[in-house]
């Protein structure tokens, strides 16, 4: 079936420009999860939905980073007045569900990843 | 605050050898403990993943070994590949707190052929 995509693969901008990335998980996961991959911080999580829950926003890095799913499936995250600082790698990933307290891990799926490049 | 230490950074090991990648935790309440795969240009993949109430799964030639304790688990790898080629990720979570994951620095794997 399909995997998690995410668009566009890549995207460069100016600095201080707003960027979008997209992110389509997989059918019927109910967690999505954003985090960003760069050289000197490694990979990092930023953000984390659940179902109809409020999101946790606890990884963002500033309140340039805003990120929305609607009807609990399509994902978009939002940085504004990019800064150079902001080049990376951003990846999606969902899950089936959040495990919870006593459940099972789930395996989170991850996308292919939006290499943003700020000159 | 770096909650998961990974090493080594890079390890280059001949066909057939074992390769051999540690982490360390900080965070007692982490409950999950996967380890992901990274080909370039692709995002990470899950491999093997482990809860704290085992000290050791192997599946094929992929074995993650648990130490409590320590706080410490490792990847092992029997009969690398060049396939096998790539970078490799530890990662820890929380079960009650989202599973969010918590990666490691990651080690990038060369198996020479």
């Known amino acids: 079936g399909a995997g998690v995509s995410q668009s566009p693969s890549n995207k460069v901008t100016e600095k201080g420009k707003d960027v979008e990335l997209r992110c389509d998980p997989i059918?019927?996961?109910?967690?999505l999860y954003w985090y960003r991959q760069s050289l000197g911080q490694g990979l990092e999580f930023l953000i984390y939905?659940?179902?109809?829950?409020?999101?946790?926003k606890s990884g963002l890095p500033s309140d340039r980073f805003s990120a929305e799913r609607t009807g609990g499936s399509v994902s978009t995250l939002t940085i504004q007045r990019t800064q150079q600082e902001d080049s990376a790698v951003y990846l999606c990933?969902?899950?089936?569900?959040?495990?919870?307290?006593?459940?099972?891990?789930?395996?989170?799926?991850f996308g292919p990843g939006t290499r943003l490049t700020v000159t | 605050q770096q909650q998961v230490k990974q090493s080594p950074q890079s390890l280059i090991v001949q066909k057939g050898g074992i390769s051999i990648i540690n982490c360390a935790y900080e965070?007692?309440?982490?409950?999950?403990f996967p380890w992901y795969q990274q080909f370039p240009g692709k995002g990470p993949a899950l491999l093997i993943a482990?809860?704290?109430?085992?000290s050791e799964k192997k599946e094929g030639r992929f074995t993650i070994s648990f130490n409590k304790s320590a706080k410490q688990f490792s990847l092992h790898i029997m009969d690398s590949q060049p396939g096998d080629s790539a970078t490799y990720f530890c990662?820890?979570?929380?079960?009650?707190?989202?599973?969010?994951?918590?990666f490691g620095g990651g080690t990038r794997l060369m198996v020479k052929p």
């Open positions: 990933a969902s899950s089936p569900r959040d495990r919870g307290r006593a459940g099972p891990p789930y395996e989170q799926y």
């Open positions: 059918s019927g996961h109910t967690a």
């Open positions: 939905f659940q179902g109809n829950s409020a999101p946790d």
């Open positions: 965070n007692t309440a982490f409950d999950y």
């Open positions: 482990i809860r704290p109430d085992v």
């Open positions: 990662a820890a979570s929380r079960g009650n707190a989202g599973n969010m994951l918590t």
